[in-house]
């Protein structure tokens, strides 16, 4: 890029000034140039056209001339960062962006609240309310780390670096005493602004290659058996937890979400051709199939609290605000010395009910309505009863054909490995019961 300055002597003014023009140059695969005014009127008795600068030490032209700098350094800064964001740089590009009318001068949260505008106007058609609060609450908590740590109330989207990330992971860990869940939901909802940025042609690369937060380690979710026998054989003292119980383990038998179990209508049921009923349903959250045979006492759920609610669905659900501290005392009372929330039935569906008694983790996905199987092994865990049952199975299968040479008894004589130690046969073994 090449900048040429001169006068516009036909726009003398009365004082005898004339405006001072540009001509941006850029030279490469693609040829382009653009006129700007620069907004400085020159004496043309002190100005050097050679020189392209004032003449003198007079205070006028040593003004003008640290004038004539600032802006031509402003402009290499400008055709800088384009050049990084685009192949192709023209001279109106370098203009525009001089004047701060180009889209490289947008801003973080200017560009963060945009994307919260038009993403208000897909709730409730393929985003839900509860993830567009999420967001809200991202650019809440942005938008006070740059106070905080930058002194401005704003940051360029170039400002959106591995370093900046870090801080604000920092900042939402110590500041605010955000738990590792909380703050990698935070991190996330950034990273999905980033990409965007990136698509638009608006950041060079990814900010977040280099990073990844904390992965809080992940605790048992599902109910052991004997935690679930507990809570399916206690009667609670108020109807309200004895329907929350209830609630609690038709999600246990059938692995439906709280939010879809809120849906869920008569309509929802049908009958199969050997006469066995299914639920057959969307995710509210994936818009994914969902179709469950109805086992027992999921069956049993639906007899007791057939014809309770209104406009046609199945259960009279409880809000969420109320059925979490019903969760907890329930909790309480069977002796479950851990938090229980209602998402830990369908976590004890997948490990407990299905794949601990033998069923395929393909089949767990198709239920659960999962689009990849991997987000299946997240629920789906080994327990113990499976481990248990799996090794019998297997000594079962592998009894008669493995054998191995008879020894009639333990040698009394001492042995000697290559290294000359000695062995002597050992005491007999004692095991305990468990």
């Known amino acids: 890029m090449k900048v040429l ?16 023009m540009g001509k941006i140059t850029v030279k490469g695969k693609y040829n382009s140039t653009a006129q700007f ?3 400085i009127k020159i004496d043309p008795k002190i100005w050097n056209a050679t020189s392209q600068r004032c003449t003198g030490k007079s205070h006028t032209a040593i003004g003008t001339n640290n004038e004539i700098e600032s802006f031509l350094l402003l402009l290499r800064v400008r055709f800088n960062e384009l050049s990084d964001l685009n192949e192709k740089v023209s001279a109106e590009d370098v ?4 004047q701060g009318i180009a889209a490289a001068q947008m801003t973080l949260l200017r560009f ?3 994307h ?4 208000a106007l897909r709730v409730g058609v393929n985003r839900t309310a509860n993830t567009f609060y999420q967001y809200k609450n991202t650019y809440r908590l942005l938008s006070k780390f740059i106070v905080f740590r930058y002194k401005v109330s704003d940051v360029t989207v170039k400002s959106l670096d591995t370093l900046f990330i870090e801080g604000f992971h920092q900042f939402l860990r110590i500041n605010e005493s955000q738990k590792p869940n909380t703050i990698r939901g935070h991190i996330n909802r950034l990273k999905s602004i980033g990409y965007i940025v990136v698509h638009r042609n608006l950041a060079s690369q990814n900010p977040f290659k280099d990073f990844s937060p904390d992965k809080p380690e992940r605790k048992q979710l599902y109910l052991t058996q004997d935690e679930l026998s507990r809570l399916m054989n206690f009667t609670f003292d108020t109807p309200n937890r004895n329907f929350t119980r209830d609630m609690f383990l038709f999600s246990v038998f059938t692995g439906i979400c709280y939010c879809d179990m809120c849906n869920l209508s008569e309509e929802n ?5 050997d006469g066995n009923l299914w639920i057959e349903t969307n995710r509210q959250k994936t818009g994914t199939p969902e179709n469950i045979r109805l086992l027992d006492i999921a069956l049993q759920i639906i007899e007791k609290y057939k014809g309770l609610a209104s406009n046609g669905k199945l259960f009279p659900m ?18 479950i010395n851990r938090n229980l929330t209602f998402h830990m039935a369908r976590h004890t569906f997948a490990s407990q009910i299905c794949l601990s008694q033998g069923v395929p983790i393909e089949t767990v996905s198709r239920a659960m309505g999962h689009k990849n199987i991997t987000t299946t092994q997240r629920y789906a865990k080994v327990t113990n009863e499976k481990i248990d049952k799996d090794v019998s199975v297997l000594h079962a299968n592998i009894a008669d054909k493995y054998s191995l040479c008879s020894i009639d008894s333990a040698p009394s004589t001492i042995l000697k490995d290559m290294s000359g130690r000695k062995y002597r046969p050992s005491k007999k073994i004692e095991y305990k019961e468990v």
Do not use: T, W
Not at 10 to 17: A, I, K, T, V, Y
Not at 116 to 119: A, C, D, K, L, P
């Open 318 to 335: 409880l809000s969420n605000m109320s059925i979490n501290p019903h969760l907890k005392k329930i909790a309480k009372q069977c002796g």
């Open 112 to 114: 963060f609240g945009e």
């Open 37 to 39: 005014g620069c907004k």
């Open 116 to 119: 919260n505008r038009e993403y």
């Open 269 to 273: 049921i049908v009958r199969d051709r």
């Open 95 to 98: 203009k525009n962006s001089f």
């Open 5 to 20: 300055l001169y006068l516009k002597r036909n726009g003398q003014d009365e004082s005898g000034l004339c405006p001072l």
